[in-house]
């Protein structure tokens, strides 16, 4: 909200549901002819654009770019719900309503008398009462992986799976089990005799250094996001520190470069 308007000079209330009011003037039929066009697909794009911005404003630490960024996915959020309250499906009401009653309903230990010991232990009640709700309501069993959107990027989705397969007890003992899977799959890439087998294995690599990294609650995404930032700055350096002594990096001997390299912090 600018700061030079005040509130009560802006064309809807204040609060909670402003971001919403708004959606819906726009998507009136005197509203703005792009945002009436828009549907659940013309939004997908958008929708992982303003959750990639996100995860940067969160990386940045900058408070009044995450909540501007927060905003942005809010914005989305209110019109898929305005799509839907305009094809008379459903509205903001109930998918806030339906998401608070499905948290209630997985949190027995903080809205029930259910205990439980840890993070680990609340995670394995889900999966265990979604799988005995499926039962009640007479559906097909489904594999606890299938709930993970195939669609994410390689490191999340697997991130994802191993996540959902550890919930119902396949698992590493601990970090150091993890440890020595990876110190495996190293040896087998190193053994790969073809093309094919070096693929294989290495992506093996890939998913037990997921794992290690899970186990030691890291998340692979954002180490291998930061890795690339500190490479990306170094190289920056670098290629400063080579435009000053007249160095041309297409054509420097590997050990120039290295030395280079080995300059910049």
Known sequence: MPESVPVSEQPYPPGLMAVFDVVRRLRAPDGCPWDKEQTHES??????EETYELLEAIDSGDESKLRE???????QVAMHAQIA???GRF????????????????????FGDREVKNAEEVLRNWERDKLAAAADRGEAAQ???DKVPPTLPALAWSLGVQKRAARVGFDYPDAAAAASGVAEEVAELEAAATPEEFERELGDL????????????????????????????RFKALEELASERG???AGAEPAALEALWSETT
């Open 69 to 75: 960024e927060l905003g942005d996915v809010l914005l």
């Open 247 to 249: 160095v041309e990096l």
């Open 143 to 145: 594999s606890v992986v």
């Open 43 to 48: 939004l997908r794009p958008y929708l992982l």
């Open 85 to 87: 309250a305009d094809e």
């Open 91 to 110: 509205d903001a009401v109930d998918i806030s309503e339906q998401e608070a009653a499905k948290m209630v309903a997985r949190h027995p230990h903080v």
């Open 206 to 233: 890939l998913f037990a250094l997921v794992n290690l990294a899970r186990k030691r609650k890291v998340n692979p995404e954002d180490a291998l996001r930061a890795a690339g930032r500190r490479f990306v700055k």
